[in-house]
Each structure stands twice: as C-alpha cells, then as structure tokens.
C-alpha cells in the first residue's frame, strides 16, 4: 500500500523557517512526481509546490516562490519542503500527494504568528 507521512509542522515567528517532510512507503518516490498543497478552513487546497520525477524539474505558486525550496531525498525516500521567510498567511495544514493521484498524507500544520 503506498502510504505519506507529513511532519516538521509546527508554529513558527513571522520571518522564521521550517522545513517540512513527507516520508512514503510501500513505493518508491523517485518515480513519482510529489506535490505540496495547503489548505485553510472553509478554502480550497491550494498547490504549493511539485517536483517531477526523474530530472527533478520544481514548480511553485507564485506566493511561495523564492521563500520555499522542494526536494528529495532518495536514500530516505522523502521529500521536503523547505520554508524560510514565513509570512502569516502561509498558516494551513500542508500535505503531500503523489502527484495526479488520490495518495495524500494525512497533513502537517504550519501556524506563523508572533
């Protein structure tokens, strides 16, 4: 059964960082394209960032770009997400998804508030 796992949320300052994780198994992820999404109460899930599968090509949103950096890890089999520069309103659970699929971890939540 592939299965993800989020962790590394957590509440963080304005301007601080964190860096998220999403550990699979049952799979392998380098063969996958992985995406990061977030979601807020009563809104849509949003997309964040994706990283292909085989070259690596990244994707952000535009609200994260050049404050969040995804990649992977093939030897721990995990993708991550890193944050830096956090601002409130990237508050939400963030989840990962084998892209194109209904696999989702069961999320992370990332509070920014001083």
């Known amino acids: 059964e592939q299965q993800l796992v989020e962790s590394g949320g957590g509440l963080v300052q304005p301007g601080g960082s964190l860096r998220l994780s999403c550990a699979a198994s049952?799979?392998?992820?380098?063969?996958?394209?992985i995406g990061w999404f977030r979601q807020v109460p009563g809104k849509a899930r949003e997309e964040v960032s994706c990283i292909t599968s085989r070259i690596d090509k990244t994707f952000y949103a535009a609200s994260v770009k050049g404050r969040f950096t995804i990649s992977r890890d093939n030897d721990k089999n995990t993708v991550y997400l890193q944050m830096n520069s956090l601002k409130a309103e990237d508050t939400a659970v963030y989840y990962c998804?084998?892209?194109?699929?209904?696999?989702w971890g069961q999320g992370t939540l990332v509070t920014v508030s001083s």
């Open positions: 998804n084998i892209w194109g699929t209904e696999v």
């Open positions: 049952g799979f392998t992820l380098d063969g996958y394209a």
